[in-house]
T-cell receptor, first 114, second 113 residues
Framework: TQLLEQSPQFLSIQEGENLTVYCNSSSVFSSLQWYRQEPGEGPVLLVT?????EVKKLKRLTFQFGDARKDSSLHITAAQPGDTGLYLCAGFFNSGGSNYKLTFGKGTLLTVNP | DVKVTQSSRYLVKRTGEKVFLECVQD?????MFWYRQDPGLGLRLIYF???????EKGDIPEGYSVSREKKERFSLILESASTNQTSMYLC????????????FGSGTRLTVV
């Protein structure tokens, strides 16, 4: 089983602050996805990154894929209470295993206080 | 939009009971998955299915089985529920083109007493 390490595990900030969440692995991802999960709901896909060095933006969220495709980051600018939730990274690994499975990190629980 | 529906949001069952968790998707996806989510452990794959009547074990299949008799429906079965199976169970359906997208249901929070 491939492992994805996410940090920090918990993050509590004030509205308007910036933050960065990290996702790392010792293995190379074929692609990586970020999900957000709100309480009582299932995870919802935010973005997929495929190419090393790729940067994608989704409003105030910026996603970066490392050049070596072993790490990724999610940066939120001017966080708002509506950003509160569990952020999960999930990776497909090109180790020869089945492409049907997605391996998840343990998540970063973000709380944005008004 | 793809919709994945899990039949129950909350369930309370007794130890030793046989438990069925149902999941239905409406987009004709071939691939469906069952995960459990626990604090500090993240999402762990129990079983998945890539076609009707086909199934494959995930990372933690012990104590579980699955059934896929129709393409749209994927059931998770706890043969004899135990307290360590108390968890949030998430079903997902997967689209493969043009980008792989997993769509999750809202989850079933199962408590085994």
């Amino acid at each position: 089983t491939q492992l994805l390490e996410q940090s920090p595990q918990f993050l509590s900030i004030q509205e308007g602050e910036n933050l960065t969440v990290y996702c790392n692995s010792s293995s190379v991802f074929s692609s990586l996805q970020w999900y957000r999960q709100e309480p009582g709901e299932g995870p919802v896909l935010l973005v997929t990154v495929v190419t090393g060095g790729e940067v994608k933006k989704l409003k105030r969220l910026t996603f970066q894929f490392g050049d070596a495709r072993k790490d990724s980051s999610l940066h939120i600018t001017a966080a708002q209470p509506g950003d509160t939730g569990l952020y999960l990274c999930a990776g497909f690994f090109n180790s020869g295993g089945s492409n049907y499975k997605l391996t998840f990190g343990k998540g970063t629980l973000l709380t944005v206080n008004p | 939009d793809v919709k994945v529906t899990q039949s129950s949001r909350y369930l309370v069952k007794r130890t030793g009971e046989k438990v069925f968790l149902e999941c239905v998707q409406d987009m004709d996806h071939e691939n469906m998955f069952w995960y459990r989510q626990d604090p500090g452990l993240g999402l762990r794959l129990i079983y998945f299915s890539y076609d009707v009547k086909m199934k494959e074990k995930g990372d933690i299949p012990e104590g579980y089985s699955v059934s896929r008799e129709k393409k749209e429906r994927f059931s998770l079965i706890l043969e004899s529920a135990s307290t360590n199976q108390t968890s949030m169970y998430l079903c997902a359906s997967r689209a493969g083109t043009p980008v792989i997208v997993y769509t999750f249901g809202s989850g079933t929070r199962l408590t085994v007493v």
